[in-house]
């Protein structure tokens, strides 16, 4: 099976931009997360989406969000964004809530 | 809240040498616990999880940990390491449930490798 695929896998953005970024879940898997990871921070999560639903948010502003699409494909949004911003942003699959979480190679965002 | 503490940020050994990688949680029950593995500029990578059962679990690449729950430890165990191993690992609790997915993570522990 196809491993977690994220796109793209580098963004250069300017303060006040927005961005959104693509996640594919391995075939077969139902629930999709986000995670921020930063030197100063580490790895935080942001949300997770199953079923189309948002079902639990990290402490991040409202101006992170994100969705799931009836195959699983997820997509997280960043408006107006900030030099703080610049990170990581991984996606993680599970075939259901609460299993074994399988990590993709990343979107590395540097805001500017 | 759950919570993971990996103590040490950095360490070195030397090729052939053998490893133990600490980590303690915090959690009110009995939580899944993880070991992922980052390579620079990769993804995480799991190397081993324990849900329930044998409380000592293998890995892939040789690795094993150890779930000790009177310590509130799952400590990550080599006992010959490869230059290849060089890489940051992440220690990870995450929820018993249905009801959640996140994942909380240690800072993690830099591992280099001398030849």
């Known amino acids: 099976k196809a491993g977690v695929t994220q796109t793209p896998r580098y963004l250069i953005k300017t303060r006040g931009q927005q961005v959104t970024l693509s996640c594919s879940p391995i075939?077969?898997?139902?629930?999709v997360s986000w995670y921020q990871q930063t030197p100063g921070q580490g790895l935080q999560f942001l949300f997770e989406y199953f079923s189309e639903t948002q079902r639990n948010k990290g402490n991040f502003p409202g101006r992170f969000s994100g969705r799931q699409f009836s195959n699983s494909r997820s997509e997280m949004n960043v408006s107006t964004l900030e030099l703080g911003d610049s990170a990581l942003y991984l996606c993680a699959s599970s075939p259901q809530r609460g299993e074994t979480q399988y990590f993709g190679p990343g979107t590395r965002l540097l805001v500017l | 809240a759950q919570s993971v503490t990996q103590p040490d940020i950095h360490i070195t050994v030397s090729e052939g040498a053998s490893l133990e990688l600490r980590c303690n949680y915090s959690?009110?029950?009995?939580?899944?616990l993880f070991w992922y593995v980052q390579s620079p500029g990769q993804g995480l990578q799991l190397l081993l999880k324990?849900?329930?059962?044998?409380?000592l679990v293998q890995g892939i690449k040789g690795f094993e940990a150890e779930f000790k729950r009177s310590q509130s430890s799952f400590n990550l165990r080599k006992p010959s390491v490869h230059w290849s191993d060089a890489a940051e690992y992440f220690c990870?609790?995450?929820?018993?449930?249905?009801?959640?997915?996140?994942?909380?993570f240690g800072g993690g522990t830099r591992l280099m490798v001398k030849p």
């Open positions: 990870a609790v995450g929820a018993r449930s249905n009801a959640g997915n996140m994942l909380t």
């Open positions: 959690y009110g029950a009995t939580p899944y």
């Open positions: 075939s077969g898997h139902r629930s």
């Open positions: 324990y849900f329930s059962g044998d409380t």
